[in-house]
């Protein structure tokens, strides 16, 4: 009986012009998956085709990458340098997606906070991905932050001081999509 019901549906969508590849270019979490198994196979060309052309990436301080070379040596240096491909706590929103990943980097280390929990949120349309902004979240950048003033040498990340870094993603935090949800356990102490 499950058969039969399955191969109705199959039969149904392809009447209406819809098959199931479709569908899934279309589903936002179907997409980041696709995006993470392109990157997983180090397959650059087929994880740019994801992206729409005018395509946004805004990283954790809050630089954006508008411009398609810009794009495609991101998504090639996050490639070679990510540890993991692993996503947590993945959410569906309309055309939205939101995710958390875990850095594990050598400046987290050295700091001791490692791994330190980032937040993303990417918009899909048209079967395309048109926007990835990363943030990190305010208790992580606590954390951080009271690793750099605990630090005996002040520690640098991309040849800048630890401070500095901070007041760049605690400013795009600040600043990210007004509809982001609340982080999960935050008691409510809002800045």
Not at 71 to 90: A, K, S, Y
Request: charged share 25%; proline share 4%.
């Amino acid at each position: 009986m499950r058969t039969c019901a399955l191969w109705l549906t199959l039969a149904f969508l392809a009447t209406n012009g819809i098959g199931v590849a479709t569908c899934a270019e279309h589903d936002a979490p179907a997409l980041l998956g696709a995006l993470m198994e392109a990157e997983r196979r180090t397959d650059l060309d087929g994880a740019m085709t994801l992206f729409a052309d005018d395509a946004v990436i805004t990283n954790a301080t809050g630089w954006r990458l508008t411009k398609r070379d810009e794009l495609r040596w991101f998504i090639n240096t996050e490639i070679w340098l990510r540890d993991n491909f692993d996503l947590d706590e993945v959410e569906a929103h309309g055309n939205w997606v939101t995710w958390i990943e875990k850095a594990g980097g050598t400046f987290y280390q050295d700091i001791g906070v490692a791994p330190v929990r980032y937040a993303f949120e990417a918009e899909v349309k048209n079967g395309q991905l048109t926007s990835i902004v990363s943030y990190i979240p305010i208790r992580e950048i606590r954390r951080i932050a009271t690793a750099c003033k605990a630090a005996k040498i002040t520690p640098h990340i991309h040849n800048r001081p630890c401070t500095e870094f901070v007041k760049l993603i605690e400013a795009h935090t600040n600043g990210v999509n007004t509809h982001a949800q609340p982080e999960l356990d935050d008691p409510g102490d809002h800045d």
